[in-house]
């Protein structure tokens, strides 16, 4: 007969299909309650009573399933942000609750850089431009066309992500404006870059990077 596991762990969906390394990774003493879905109602409450821990990939968690989580010791976010996860429902629960700070941080700013430098150089415009030339590229190119020592950059947020965005950029020569109320003083002079209203940030930027959750609705149209 085989051995009841000694521990069940919750996930509520995934990236890849089945979570087959979760299974690897926690090994035998686990059973992996596989919900595979983001829609919080599906979750069957008599499941989720049965979780000594959750985890949570693109799914909403809010009081509904929380009020189930009897037996769970933990509730994980696979990424960064956790706005869809009702903190208060999990504190008043006594359930800890914790998130990957450091997930994607550099496929995310290496993403970022590319489509800044895309739009600089315009080169969508120019892709799409190319497909009907009769003539030499140099013939249709667009203008203005500046250099980037004579453009800004403004990056809203400047925490790991909008840090390693700054890094990344400061070699082309973009002036690089910042706004993060959430940084002390001093930091825009360690990291390097000009720390500014928002105000002033919209105002004279030709390229705004939106990061951190923290900063939600600091924008309005």
């Known amino acids: 007969m085989t051995a009841p596991k000694k ?15 979760e299974a690897e990774v926690l090994g035998d003493d686990v059973e992996i309650e596989f919900f595979a879905s983001t829609d ?32 769970c010791k933990g509730v994980v976010r696979y990424g960064v942000g956790y706005e869809k996860i009702d903190l208060s429902a999990l504190a008043d629960a006594g359930i800890p609750f914790a998130n990957n700070p450091d997930y994607g941080t550099e496929e995310v700013a290496d993403h970022a850089v590319a489509m800044i430098l895309s739009l600089h150089r315009r080169l969508w415009e120019h892709d799409a431009r190319a497909r009907g030339y009769t003539s030499g590229w140099q013939v249709h190119s667009l203008k203005p066309l500046s250099r980037s020592n004579r453009a800004a950059v403004g990056v809203v947020g400047v925490g790991r992500i909008g840090t390693a965005v700054v890094n990344r950029l400061k070699p082309f020569g973009f002036r690089i404006l910042g706004y993060d109320p959430g940084q002390p003083p001093g930091h825009e002079k360690a990291i390097g870059y000009e720390r500014i209203e928002m105000r002033h940030n919209a105002a004279q930027t030709v390229k705004i990077l939106l990061d951190e959750g923290r900063l939600r609705n600091q924008i309005t149209a």
């Open 40 to 71: 919080e109602a599906s979750f069957d409450p008599d499941r989720l009573a049965r979780l000594d821990a959750l985890m949570v990939w693109g799914a909403r968690l809010g009081s509904r399933s929380i009020a189930h989580l009897s037996r």
């Open 7 to 21: 521990y069940v762990v919750g996930i509520t969906d995934h990236m890849f299909g089945a979570p087959d390394l």
